[in-house]
Nanobody, 121 residues
């Protein structure tokens, strides 16, 4: 059993900052990519940022220069530092990770429960 638990969401004014964290626990042998996605009301879930096990990153154009993704491969955590937040960043943010369990032969996709981020204007 593998779990992803997110923390750090909340309400912030436009221009403010928030830091999201996600910890993976359970039967973990190795973790490939980790990332953050978000879903606003009435919209599809979209990629925000991803980071490989080697530290390579990729960001949605809408957050480049404002958000920074990082990970700790020892603690099995991934974080998203969000600066200069805008009302359009309001969404439920989901942590994602590709994890291989001990004895497993492939990576499975796991999701956190989601954390609400609300940016007021």
């Amino acid at each position: 059993q593998v779990q992803l638990v997110e923390s750090g969401g909340g309400l912030v004014q436009s221009g403010g900052s928030l830091r999201l964290s996600c910890a993976a626990s359970g039967r973990i042998f190795s973790i490939n990519g980790m990332g953050w996605y978000r879903q606003a009301p009435g919209k599809q879930r979209e990629l925000v940022a991803i980071i490989t096990s080697g530290g390579s990153t990729n960001y949605a154009d809408s957050v480049k220069g404002r958000f920074t993704i990082s990970r700790d491969n020892v603690k099995n955590t991934v974080a998203l530092q969000m600066n200069s937040l805008k009302p359009e960043d309001t969404a439920v943010y989901y942590c994602n990770a590709q994890i291989r369990s001990p004895g497993g032969s492939y990576f499975r996709n796991y999701w956190g429960q989601g954390t609400q981020v609300t940016v007021s204007s």
